[in-house]
């Protein structure tokens, strides 16, 4: 991942703050999915939608036998619109949020963890 100059973020098994990193994922199943979630921290923005960072999924496909690359976008918006910031979060957003809030948690109160 590269993330905009005016970005920062702070991934999982990322002990330091980078504007460009990797992350190891696990093996997958075809069909199967995965969920990461990353902290981005930014200053305000004029309103409109911005890539707060890009990337790239390498992944090797067992079916075909061939090396595959996805490019990623991560695009935000910025708005003055109450109802669209209003709007109730995604629940597998929320679940995955709470997970990694309480891996902070355990990791603050066991540093060894």
Not at 63 to 68: K, L, M, V
Request: proline letters at 3%.
């Amino acid at each position: 991942m590269k993330l905009a100059r005016w970005v920062s973020a702070r991934a999982p098994q990322q002990a330091a703050q980078s504007t460009e990193f990797s992350l190891q994922l696990t093996d997958l199943e075809r069909g199967a999915s995965i969920q990461q979630v990353f902290d981005f921290e930014m200053s305000n923005h004029p309103l409109g939608f911005y890539r707060v960072a890009s990337g790239k999924l390498t992944f090797d496909d067992c079916a075909s036998g061939r090396n595959e690359v996805i490019d990623l976008d991560f695009i935000l918006e910025f708005t003055a619109d109450s109802a669209a910031y209003s709007v109730a979060q995604d629940s597998r957003v929320k679940q995955a949020a709470q997970i990694v809030q309480a891996s902070k948690a355990v990791e603050k109160d066991h540093p060894w963890a």
